[in-house]
Structure formats: C-alpha cells, structure tokens
C-alpha cells in the first residue's frame, strides 16, 4: 500500500545520568496532570520538590548500575525495534518506522513531534507503553502531543490495552515461571501497581483503578483457580490518601500469614527505578526483615513475543479504525468514567 506509518510509543521517561535528575524531576512535578495548582505555584512547587530530593533520587538511580541515570530510555529503545521490526513482517508493502516520545525527560514530546513532522506519514498511531489508562500517565501524553504535533497524516491513538491478550498472557508466563521457582513454598501473588490518589478516582473519573483490577481479573483467569492473590499499589508520596493496600503493607501482611510472595509489576511493561530499586532492593530488604521467603519478582513483560506481538495488533487495529480517533485495544473501561477519552469520543458522536 505503500503508506508512511509512524508509531510513537509514549513512556515517563528518566534522567540520563546523575546530573540530569533535578530538571526531570523539575518536569515530572511541574506538570499539571501530577500537581494540579496554578502555573506559578506549580512550578515554585516542582523547583522545591526537584531540589530537595535530588540527592535522594541520586542514590537510587546509582543503585541500578546504569551510570546513575534510568535504564527506561534503553529499554524503550528495544522495545521500539522489536516492534518495528514485527509491523515491518506483518505490512511489509508499507514504510514502517517506531518513535519514542518521552514525558519529562529526552527524547522529550516536541523534539518527537518534530522527528514524526519530517518523516511526513500518512497515518500516525500515538501507542502508550501504559496499559491502564490515568489522567497522569496516557492523558498527559496525549496533551502534549497534540499540542506538539503540527506535521501530516491521519492520527489514531490506542488509549489503553488492559485486557489485551498477548499483555496478558505475558504476565501469566512470567508467574508461572515464579510459582515454579517457589516450589513447595506457599506463596502469594502480589501484584503491584503504582499508585495514585484516591481522588483522581473519586473526583475526576480517572478510570485507573478499574482497569488495573480487570487486569489482574484477566491475569488469574489465564492462571487458573487456586492461587492465592492480592492486588496492592506501591510509590505512595505526600499527605493525599493514595489507592491502598500498599505494597508494603501486603509484604506484611504475607508475614503475617506465614507465606512468601511472589511480585508481580502489573502496570510496568520495562525495567526502571520503579521494580530495580523500590521493588527488587527496598521492598526486598523489608521482606527479609519481617521473615517473608521466599520473596520473588516477576520481571517486566519487556520483550517478551505476546506482548510485542500485542503492541503490533494494537498498531494495525488502530490503522483500520475509520471514525474513532481514540479507543482501547480490546475491553478498555467497563464502567462510565468522566476521564475515559473513548467514551467522551463515542457520546460527542452519539450528541
């Protein structure tokens, strides 16, 4: 057919090394999505934020051994190509090429947008390597890049993927290859998300929560019955009330129960600070300390063959979309949720 096709996976990003930790974190925090105050107290915010936990944030990216910057951007690079490289097998008469759109950090959105301009394709698929939909992660993404993006070709965006069966299958590999591991250990699966606040949910309609939780509905399925289970969420910060249990408090309640667990990153598609450092080394450490073994973490869906295999149907399904400019890959929301783009989409039509 010989069509110009750019795939742009959006991601958060992460600093390249140590000195670049102050302004990503300065662009994580200024964002209005993250902290919803006026532009210049946002900022003032972001500045004291950045500055008062660089030295922290400092230590744990060096724990990862990746030059004391974050090892998303590499990962994502991977990824890229993998995915490249499918939709190159499955449209072969067409010029395929995946950019990379990072939210606070290089290759930032503008400079993407830019790169996506000069290729002048005619469709464009916006894919986020979030597979829940949150105003924090895939709506920030979206925003910028429509304000970003002035170059040709049709756009098609997948807004989320929480059901997806190659996404889904992934994650049942990898804890079956866990259970394995465990052996004759009771153990329970410990999945963990990361957080946000419970009013995003309540006051925005942020459909997060409910996607996470068919995630996890869609995963035990695929597992089958008689493992035992709990959905937590981890990187809880400031004074809000967050979505709960926390990862911490499940790693407790485990040794509370006498069972070790086994943690699985249910909303983390590559390896970053997020599993290396808060999963693997802090919250290992607590479960050493509180008796809980064994302690195991699934890794990241990364490269794993269902999963790229899914982000390439999401591409082509989105390709084939004629009216929809926004939708899930397979069952996105189920419930009506005031932030959900494709519902807001289908009542705009439907008005």
């Known amino acids: ?34 902290i919803g105050l006026p532009g210049f107290l946002r900022n003032a915010v972001a500045r004291l934020i950045s500055s008062r936990r660089e030295t922290s ?30 939709l190159g ?28 301009a000069a290729f002048a394709p005619d469709e464009v698929v916006l894919l986020p390597l979030y597979p829940q939909f949150s105003t924090t992660t ?50 329970r699966v410990l999945f963990s998300a990361h957080g946000i606040p419970e009013s995003l ?17 869609a995963v035990m399925a695929g597992l089958g019955e008689g493992v035992d289970h709990v ?16 990862t911490p408090d499940g790693i407790a309640q485990a040794a509370s129960d006498g069972v070790g667990v086994i943690v699985v990153p249910v909303a983390f598609v590559s390896e970053h600070i997020e599993t ?6 802090e919250y290992g450490e607590l479960a050493h300390s509180l008796g809980v073994a064994p302690y195991l973490r699934t890794p990241t869906v990364s490269l794993a063959a269902p999963f790229i295999a899914q982000l390439a149907e999401a591409v082509t399904g989105a390709i084939g979309r004629a009216d929809l400019v926004t939708a899930p890959c397979g069952q996105g929301c189920k419930a009506r949720w005031k932030a959900c783009p494709y519902q807001a989409e289908l009542e705009g039509r439907a008005a």
Do not use: H
Request: proline share 8%; net charge negative; hydrophobic share 45%.
């Open 138 to 187: 895939t709506e920030s993404s979206l925003k910028a890049w429509n304000a970003a993006y002035a170059g040709p070709g049709r756009t098609r965006a997948v807004c989320c993927y929480p059901q997806a069966p190659g996404w889904i299958e992934a994650q049942v590999e990898g804890i079956r290859a866990a259970l394995v591991q465990a052996g004759d250990d009771p153990v």
């Open 89 to 116: 097998a499955t449209l072969p008469a067409d010029q395929v090429r995946t950019f990379i759109a990072m939210r606070y950090w290089n290759p930032l959105t503008e400079q993407t947008a830019a790169d996506v």
């Open 276 to 281: 290396l450092v808060e999963l693997d080394i």
């Open 201 to 217: 949910v309540l006051k925005k309609g942020d459909p997060y929560q409910e996607q996470v939780e068919s995630t996890v509905a």
């Open 1 to 34: 057919m010989n069509r110009r096709i750019a795939v742009v996976l959006f991601n958060l990003g992460g600093p390249d090394d140590a000195t670049s930790v102050k302004p990503f974190l300065f662009n994580l925090f200024s964002d209005p999505a993250i």
């Open 57 to 86: 944030a400092q230590a744990n990216y060096a724990m990862m051994d990746a030059g004391g910057g974050s090892p998303l951007l590499p990962e994502t690079r991977k990824q890229a190509a993998a995915l490249e490289t499918v």
């Open 231 to 246: 959905l937590c969420y981890q990187s809880r910060v400031g004074p809000m009330k967050w979505l709960g249990p926390t």
